[in-house]
Protein backbone atom coordinates (compact mmCIF):
# COMPACT_ATOMS: atom_id res chain seq x y z
CA UNK A 1 0.00 0.00 0.00
CA UNK A 2 1.19 3.24 -0.93
CA UNK A 3 0.90 6.36 1.15
CA UNK A 4 1.71 10.11 0.31
CA UNK A 5 2.74 12.01 2.96
CA UNK A 6 3.89 15.97 2.39
CA UNK A 7 3.89 14.90 -1.35
CA UNK A 8 6.10 12.21 -0.68
CA UNK A 9 5.34 7.97 -1.15
CA UNK A 10 5.92 5.97 1.06
CA UNK A 11 4.95 2.16 0.60
CA UNK A 12 3.55 0.97 3.88
CA UNK A 13 3.46 -2.18 4.88
CA UNK A 14 1.62 -4.37 7.74
CA UNK A 15 2.41 -8.24 9.50
CA UNK A 16 -0.53 -9.14 11.41
CA UNK A 17 -0.22 -12.53 13.62
CA UNK A 18 -3.44 -14.78 13.75
CA UNK A 19 -4.35 -16.12 17.26
CA UNK A 20 -7.16 -18.30 16.94
CA UNK A 21 -9.49 -18.80 19.59
CA UNK A 22 -10.05 -22.68 20.40
CA UNK A 23 -13.40 -23.11 18.24
CA UNK A 24 -11.31 -21.96 15.23
CA UNK A 25 -8.20 -23.75 15.60
CA UNK A 26 -10.40 -27.08 16.08
CA UNK A 27 -12.03 -25.57 12.80
CA UNK A 28 -8.74 -25.34 11.17
CA UNK A 29 -6.70 -28.09 12.05
CA UNK A 30 -10.01 -30.21 10.96
CA UNK A 31 -9.40 -28.60 7.67
CA UNK A 32 -5.97 -29.13 7.39
CA UNK A 33 -6.67 -32.68 8.29
CA UNK A 34 -9.06 -33.01 5.02
CA UNK A 35 -5.89 -31.53 3.46
CA UNK A 36 -3.89 -33.36 4.02
CA UNK A 37 -6.12 -36.51 3.23
CA UNK A 38 -5.98 -35.24 -0.14
CA UNK A 39 -2.43 -34.63 -0.74
CA UNK A 40 -1.84 -38.45 0.45
CA UNK A 41 -4.57 -39.62 -1.93
CA UNK A 42 -2.74 -37.85 -4.80
CA UNK A 43 0.74 -39.35 -3.85
CA UNK A 44 -1.11 -42.57 -3.85
CA UNK A 45 -2.36 -41.90 -7.01
CA UNK A 46 1.37 -41.14 -8.22
CA UNK A 47 2.85 -44.15 -6.62
CA UNK A 48 0.53 -47.01 -7.96
CA UNK A 49 1.18 -45.52 -11.39
CA UNK A 50 -1.57 -43.31 -12.59
CA UNK A 51 -0.57 -40.04 -13.47
CA UNK A 52 -2.02 -37.73 -11.65
CA UNK A 53 -2.74 -34.14 -13.15
CA UNK A 54 -4.81 -31.63 -12.04
CA UNK A 55 -7.94 -32.35 -14.02
CA UNK A 56 -8.21 -35.70 -13.02
CA UNK A 57 -7.26 -34.68 -9.25
CA UNK A 58 -10.11 -32.50 -9.44
CA UNK A 59 -12.91 -34.98 -10.62
CA UNK A 60 -11.69 -37.18 -8.05
CA UNK A 61 -12.09 -34.53 -5.17
CA UNK A 62 -15.56 -33.97 -7.06
CA UNK A 63 -16.54 -37.75 -6.65
CA UNK A 64 -14.78 -38.00 -2.91
CA UNK A 65 -17.11 -34.82 -1.93
CA UNK A 66 -20.25 -36.87 -3.06
CA UNK A 67 -19.28 -40.05 -1.34
CA UNK A 68 -17.91 -38.85 2.17
CA UNK A 69 -19.55 -36.34 4.06
CA UNK A 70 -16.74 -35.50 6.25
CA UNK A 71 -15.22 -33.91 2.89
CA UNK A 72 -18.08 -32.19 2.10
CA UNK A 73 -17.79 -30.45 5.48
CA UNK A 74 -14.84 -28.79 4.94
CA UNK A 75 -14.53 -26.14 1.94
CA UNK A 76 -13.73 -26.86 -1.31
CA UNK A 77 -11.60 -24.08 -1.97
CA UNK A 78 -9.10 -25.23 0.09
CA UNK A 79 -8.92 -28.54 -0.64
CA UNK A 80 -8.73 -27.91 -4.57
CA UNK A 81 -5.75 -25.64 -3.75
CA UNK A 82 -4.13 -28.38 -1.96
CA UNK A 83 -4.42 -30.51 -5.53
CA UNK A 84 -3.22 -27.41 -7.28
CA UNK A 85 -0.41 -26.94 -5.17
CA UNK A 86 0.56 -31.39 -5.27
CA UNK A 87 -0.18 -30.45 -9.24
CA UNK A 88 2.70 -27.81 -9.25
CA UNK A 89 5.51 -30.34 -7.13
CA UNK A 90 4.85 -33.05 -9.27
CA UNK A 91 5.53 -31.02 -12.05
CA UNK A 92 8.34 -29.22 -10.54
CA UNK A 93 10.00 -32.34 -9.64
CA UNK A 94 10.64 -33.62 -13.24
CA UNK A 95 12.15 -29.84 -14.27
CA UNK A 96 13.48 -28.73 -11.74
CA UNK A 97 16.89 -30.65 -10.81
CA UNK A 98 17.74 -32.22 -7.71
CA UNK A 99 13.82 -31.83 -6.58
CA UNK A 100 12.17 -35.07 -5.30
CA UNK A 101 8.45 -36.27 -6.29
CA UNK A 102 5.68 -34.98 -3.62
CA UNK A 103 5.99 -37.39 -0.31
CA UNK A 104 3.06 -38.53 2.11
CA UNK A 105 2.72 -35.91 4.91
CA UNK A 106 2.48 -37.81 8.37
CA UNK A 107 0.03 -36.38 10.81
CA UNK A 108 2.88 -36.19 13.63
CA UNK A 109 5.65 -34.63 11.35
CA UNK A 110 3.98 -32.59 9.02
CA UNK A 111 3.64 -29.11 9.91
CA UNK A 112 0.25 -27.23 10.00
CA UNK A 113 -0.13 -25.39 6.84
CA UNK A 114 -2.97 -24.05 4.82
CA UNK A 115 -3.03 -21.69 1.69
Request: aromatic residues 10%; positive net charge; charged residues 25%.
Amino acid sequence: MTVTVFGVAEVVRYSYRLRPGRTAEAALCAEWHRCRFLWNEAVNQQKSGNRPTFGTLSKLLTEARAHSAWLREGSQVAQQQTLRTYAQALTQSFTVKGRGRPVFKARKRSQLSLE
